[in-house]
Structures are given as C-alpha cells and as structure tokens.
C-alpha cells in the first residue's frame, strides 16, 4: 500500500489521535485529488484496525489482511457511482483505491454517492463493531453526496454511536453543507512539496533527474505527477517548446496559421501556455545562475536560446502575459485574439 506521501503537518496530526487515543468521530480531509487526502483517510481507518501499534498499518496481521482485500466487517469505503454500475466494476475500483489512493480511476461526472450507500454505513454502524473496537467509514468524494444522502448521513453525524469513526474525503469542501463541516474535525491538505514527489517517484522506480524534473511541472499534485510521467511529459513539453520557437523566430505566415489552430483547442492551450511559461521560468532560473532548479534540464541548450533571445525584464514581462492568457483561457474567452496580440509583443520583445 502506498504511504502518505508529504504532508507531515496532517500525518503528525492524525498520528497524535492515534498516540493520545482520542480519536474523534468525524474527520473532514480536504485536498485536490492527489495530494493526499485520500491516502490518509485510508491509512488512519486501516491503522484502527490493525493488530500492531505503530503509525503505519503493518500489512501482516489479520486486520491489515482483511482490509486490504476489503472483507473487514467494521471498515466500508463509499465511492461515488452510477446508478448503472455493475456490482463486478464497484469492487475493481474500491480494490483500486485502496491499492493506489493516488492512481485510481476517478469517478465519472455523473457518479454519486447515494442514499442506499449512507443506509448502508448506518446499518454498518447500528451493530458493535465485530472485530477489535472501531467502526470505521472512509467517504471518498464526498462532495459528492447527493442532497437526500447528506441528510441522511448529517443524523448519523448528530448522534454518532461510540467507537464510530467516518472519515469524509473532499476536494471541494465548500459544496458541503456546513452543518456536516461543523460536526467534522477539519484537515487540510495543501499542494505536496517538489523534494517530496520527487522521492515518491523515485521510490516508484523513476530515475532521479526525470523524477524531479516530473516533480518539478506537476503543481504539487502526485496524480498529476503519475499522469505526466505516464506518457506525455516528453511530448508537452517539446509541444510548448515549438510554440515560443515559432513565436520568437518563426516565419509569419506559419506562425499566424499555426496560431489560429491553437486557439480552437481549450485542451491544447491549456498544455501549451503551461509548459510554455515553464520554458520560460527555467530561462529566468538560467539567467540568474539557478540551474539546478531547471525543469528541462534535459534540454539545456534550448532553454539557453531562450535565455539569450530576452532580457530579464521582458523575459517576466512575458511570463504574465502568458498568465494571463491561462486566466482567459479559463475563463473560455476565445485566445485568438489574445494570442495574436501576444505574438505580436514577443516578436517586438526578442533580441
Ligand atoms: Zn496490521
């Protein structure tokens, strides 16, 4: 099972629970989908019911068996799901996620949490636990509760049995009702620092200079981490790389049609503005003698033609402007105006 990568500040917070034994009733863990949130809430439950004592469960005893094969009687994960899911499709994911809670599948758009899932943690709950003293119920996504489930697991909430412990996993933590957040003890967890994802990839098996430089491009999120490593990384990057090229040194009419294109794919400008603005910061990074920082390290050459072609005041001149092409491009206004104009002040800009 994976550990918890980073976030020592909530690890040292929920270990302290187990240590002082007081552990609360509700727990609300709130992060992007890959930094971790996950993987706490299903390391605490675990550790609950594991036969050793120690912050991590030891993967051994029969505890630990039984939830990694989620047979635990006292230990449900709830995931959202449509109501069309096929029984075989819920237990390949729940074994997913426990497996990987960075790198399992995420629910579909349309997936809830239903009614019938939260009756069935109260029926789970209604009982003395079987095994050990913890009844234990990992929410994962639970922003997406429906309406009627939120209120249905807000009385559970209000007269919670002892020895019960539901831990609620969010990424929107403002889509819940405040009256669940209030009953919760609240964590949050922020992006993951570079050095941590860094080792974790390693630890996956990746070589030390790809792993940072994957670490490095990832906004402190290991899914985002996983998925660039994945495969596209390489690709982006060279993509983004093409996109200044033609910018700063390119024919006119290439660049204008090139351009054009670009702007009727959200997708695209996504990827390219930000691994284009890494190109650039990683010429900044060289012109203030900071190689080692370098993303593309790579590709030294390149971010070197790029650090000659500017100055350092264009050079972050740029930087914004292309933050603020991401901002419009969010805010689905159509770039290729915006686009043209920035061509037109890099071209001005270049040496
Ligand atoms: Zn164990």
């Given at each position: 099972m994976t550990r918890v990568i980073g976030q020592q500040r909530a690890v040292h917070f929920l270990n302290g629970l187990v240590h002082k034994g007081r552990i609360p009733h509700a727990l609300l863990?709130?992060?992007?989908?890959?930094?971790?949130?996950?993987?706490?809430?299903?390391?605490?439950?675990?550790?609950?019911?594991?036969?050793?004592?120690?912050?991590?469960?030891?993967?051994?005893?029969?505890?630990?068996?039984?939830?990694?094969?989620?047979?635990?009687?006292?230990?449900?994960?709830?995931?959202?799901?449509?109501a069309r899911t096929k029984e075989e499709t819920v237990q390949t994911t729940l074994r997913q996620v426990v497996a990987d809670p960075y790198g399992y599948t995420l629910?579909?758009?349309?997936?809830?949490?239903?009614?019938?899932?939260?009756?069935?943690?109260?029926?789970?709950?209604?009982?003395?636990?079987?095994?050990?003293?913890?009844?234990?119920?990992?929410?994962?996504?639970?922003?997406?509760?429906?309406?009627?489930?939120?209120?249905?697991?807000?009385?559970?909430?209000?007269?919670?049995?002892?020895?019960?412990?539901?831990?609620?996993?969010?990424?929107?933590?403002?889509?819940?009702?405040?009256?669940i957040i209030s009953r919760c003890q609240f964590l949050k967890f922020p992006p993951l620092q570079p050095e941590d994802i860094q080792v974790a990839l390693i630890e996956r098996g990746l070589e030390e200079m790809k792993a940072g430089s994957v670490a490095r491009s990832c906004g402190g999120n290991f899914r985002r981490a996983l998925e660039v490593e994945?495969?596209?990384?390489?690709?982006?990057?060279?993509?983004?790389?093409?996109?200044?090229?033609?910018?700063?040194?390119?024919?006119d009419g290439r660049t204008y049609a090139a351009l054009e294109q670009l702007a009727s794919d959200r997708q695209a400008v996504f990827d390219v503005l930000k691994h284009a603005e890494a190109w650039l910061r990683d010429a900044l990074l060289l012109q203030a003698d900071?190689?080692?920082?370098?993303?593309?390290?790579?590709?030294?050459?390149?971010?070197?033609?790029?650090?000659?072609?500017?100055?350092?005041?264009?050079?972050?001149?740029?930087?914004?402007?292309?933050?603020?092409l991401r901002e419009m491009n969010a805010r689905n206004v159509n770039l290729q105006l915006g686009l043209l104009s920035f061509w037109r002040s890099v071209r001005g800009y270049a040496a």
């Open positions: 863990l709130s992060g992007e989908n890959g930094t971790g949130a996950a993987a706490a809430a299903l390391t605490f439950a675990r550790v609950l019911h594991c036969e050793n004592e120690d912050n991590l469960p030891c993967l051994k005893c029969n505890g630990c068996l039984k939830t990694s094969g989620l047979n635990h009687p006292d230990l449900s994960i709830l995931f959202p799901f449509s629910p579909d758009d349309h997936a809830t949490i239903s009614v019938d899932q939260i009756r069935g943690l109260q029926r789970q709950f209604a009982y003395g636990a079987y095994q050990g003293s913890w009844r234990t119920s990992v929410i994962m996504h639970a922003d997406r509760m429906r309406p009627e489930s939120a209120n249905a697991l807000l009385k559970t909430l209000e007269e919670p049995p002892p020895q019960s412990l539901i831990i609620l996993v969010v990424s929107q933590v403002e889509v819940l009702l405040p009256t994945a495969g596209n990384l390489a690709e982006l990057q060279d993509r983004a790389f093409r996109f200044l090229d033609a910018l700063v040194w390119g024919a900071k190689q080692t920082s370098v993303v593309h390290a790579e590709r030294m050459e390149d971010v070197q033609r790029l650090a000659d072609a500017f100055d350092v005041g264009r050079l972050c001149d740029t930087v914004s402007q292309l933050e603020s």
